[in-house]
């Protein structure tokens, strides 16, 4: 390295995992498209004229939500293995599924 500076690639690869940013990203983008967040934030910039005032709004809440699910997910997956977070998971999205089935608009 010119000038005796060391490589500080292993630093950042312990920060920053490509391969999880890439997929978190995927999945978080691709399960918003169309979500009720998307839809609320739609429907106020419809009615805003400020949508920029819109956009960081909405940008902020999704980051401190993020950083709850970050938070919480880090805490309980210290506690809990994660063959049991995953069963859990999958019971709660066929539960959610099977009472968003039989609802009726009553």
Do not use: H
Not at 12 to 32: C, G, R, Y
Not at 42 to 53: D, H, Q, T, V
Not at 55 to 62: K, R
């Amino acid at each position: 390295m010119p000038g005796g500076a060391r490589s500080n690639a292993p630093a950042l690869e312990w920060i920053m995992d490509w391969k999880v940013l890439t997929s978190t990203f995927l999945v978080v983008f691709l399960a918003e498209l169309g979500d009720k967040t998307q839809l609320a934030t739609f429907g106020l910039a419809a009615g805003s004229e400020s949508r920029i005032s819109v956009f960081a709004g909405a940008a902020f809440a999704l980051v401190a939500a993020s950083a709850i699910a970050v938070l919480l997910g880090q805490a309980v997956g210290s506690l809990v293995p994660e063959l049991w977070l995953r069963r859990a998971a999958g019971l709660l999205f066929l539960v959610l599924g099977v009472v968003f089935l039989v609802a009726t608009d009553s």
